[in-house]
């Protein structure tokens, strides 16, 4: 982004010098921050309302609005572009269009960044952009901080992630990335719907915290006098759902774990969760490949994803499925693996150069061998089945090997994407699952839940989706943070950054 008529000002303190233009438009009874702005025309209406072989003045006269991010002085004459949410589009602006002394003393004044709108006809410059030919501007909100110099752009990642509106304002990719986000979420609700699903809302704040192993964040509930903790699934209360006679239902919300920041793990998260009654994991199977497939399509046109290595992951055509035992022994070459004693297994595990806690359980090993090294291999669509039972209390007990529940766990891309069960609803064998748990720091056990199933949950489905990760796999993102519009981060103590107090380079 280049401006003419800021070049000069080098080092100066560009938030001083701005501030002072906005001081001067007062003073002068101007309004540099409008409360509404008429428009006709988004850009991209604007340019496809251009019509071909017609004359100038019978071309259609519109009103645009959007920031400023391209702006060139010649004498007379300038040329902008403007961007709003549907994407830029230039503007003409003369001096002899505009009423007298407008254009030297206030047109040219204006700032990459400012917002503003233009009315005006289209027509086609000698370079074939179609153009808006400004008749009227009108200053919309002074823009008191500079953008980020064009070609540095805006890369790097603290500034993305903590000043994501700057990164929206420079970085096409990402306003393409956030928009497919809520193309995906919309695509799912418009899948589900179809399907006679019914969405739901359940309680964030939580007396129990439930539906997952995982360390939850607690707050005090200062009317009730008592500590509640922000969800960590929002399984149970789908499931009690169940119980009151919803047969399919479910929920896009955020859940919380108090964990650890990876590019695969933020503590705020989106889930996906559905239940659905007289069915079971392989039901989920179908739905889940479906729906997936489904978003794919919508959104990004395509069941074939690229990654940057070359790889083409195909999400067309039947799913491999795989069970959890068969590719531990292949992946260790350890046909007994699971006679072994834990400490056979730790120290097989760190043979393979597997960081792996002394401290861990048995089926903690396996399950660090699995997604440490089998896990990551798993680029083609894989529904991992009949997981060990310790990893998740919630599910059927398989009939024939009850170390392991009716599970898939389904992977792409080399991380899972979305596990799915045959729902526990036998209150009996749920509630001495529960008890297993009892003592441990990340889950207590809900009672209340236990009280729901006892009178009767229908045999069931149950799948939950990470939507931050299915983004990451359909737009190619790196990271999670890429993912989310405002990540977790480490708060800036307030004060430390006064306006105008980094120098900055301006457009």
């Known amino acids: 982004m280049t401006q003419a008529n800021n070049q000069h000002e080098g080092t100066h303190d560009l938030f001083a010098v701005r501030k002072q233009k906005l001081e001067q438009l007062q003073a002068e009874g101007r309004n540099p921050f409008a409360a509404n702005c008429e428009q006709s025309h988004t850009t991209e209406a604007a340019l496809a309302a251009y019509v071909e072989d017609a004359e100038d003045e019978a071309q259609p006269l519109v009103k645009v609005a959007g920031r400023i991010v391209v702006f060139r002085v010649m004498g007379k004459a300038s040329f902008i572009k403007i961007q709003d949410r549907a994407g830029q589009i230039q503007a003409y602006v003369t001096r002899d269009e505009l009423p007298e002394g407008e254009y030297n003393t206030y047109f040219k004044k204006l700032d990459l960044g400012d917002i503003i709108g233009v009315e005006g006809r289209l027509f086609k410059t000698k370079t074939g952009e179609i153009t808006v030919r400004a008749s009227a501007y009108t200053l919309v909100s002074k823009a008191l901080r500079p953008l980020p110099e064009k070609w540095a752009g805006l890369s790097d990642d603290e500034k993305i992630y903590r000043q994501r509106y700057l990164d929206l304002i420079v970085n096409a990719d990402s306003r393409q990335r956030f928009k497919q986000r809520a193309g995906i979420i919309k695509a799912m609700r418009e899948y589900l719907w179809e399907r006679d699903f019914t969405e739901v809302e359940t309680p964030v704040l939580q007396g129990v915290a439930g539906g997952a192993a995982a360390r939850p964040f607690e707050t005090h509930f200062n009317a009730l006098d008592c500590t509640f903790y922000m969800r960590i699934a929002l399984e149970l209360y789908l499931k009690r759902l169940l119980v009151g006679g919803e047969e399919r239902v479910f929920e896009i919300g955020r859940v919380f774990r108090n964990e650890g920041l990876s590019r695969r793990h933020n503590p705020e998260f989106t889930m996906l969760e559905l239940y659905e009654a007289y069915t079971d994991f392989r039901g989920m199977m179908t739905l889940t490949q479906g729906l997936i497939q489904h978003v794919a399509q919508s959104v990004i046109g395509s069941l074939e994803i690229a990654r940057p290595d070359g790889t083409v992951i195909h999400l067309a055509g039947e799913w491999r499925e795989a069970k959890y035992k068969d590719l531990i022994v292949e992946a260790t070459g350890d046909a007994d693996w699971f006679s072994h004693s834990r400490e056979v297994k730790l120290e097989k595990a760190r043979a393979m150069e597997i960081e792996v806690d002394g401290e861990l359980e048995d089926y903690e090993i396996t399950n660090n061998v699995f997604e440490k090294l089998i896990e990551p291999t798993l680029i083609q669509p894989t529904f991992v089945t009949h997981i060990p039972r310790e990893l998740c209390p919630l599910a059927k007990i398989t009939e024939g090997d009850p170390s392991t529940i009716d599970v898939f766990e389904l992977c792409i891309n080399g991380q899972e994407i979305a596990p799915a069960y045959s729902e526990q609803n036998d209150p009996v064998i749920q509630k001495q699952m529960f008890l297993e748990q009892v003592g441990e720091e990340v889950q207590d056990m809900d009672t209340d ?59």
């Open 449 to 507: 839940f236990i009280t729901a199933l006892e009178h009767g949950m229908p045999p069931a489905g149950g799948m939950g989706l990470g939507i931050d990760r299915l983004v990451i796999l359909l737009t190619g993102a790196e990271s999670i943070r890429d993912t989310i519009l405002f990540p977790s981060l480490r708060p800036v103590a307030q004060g430390s950054a006064e306006p105008g107090s980094e120098p900055e380079a301006d457009a």
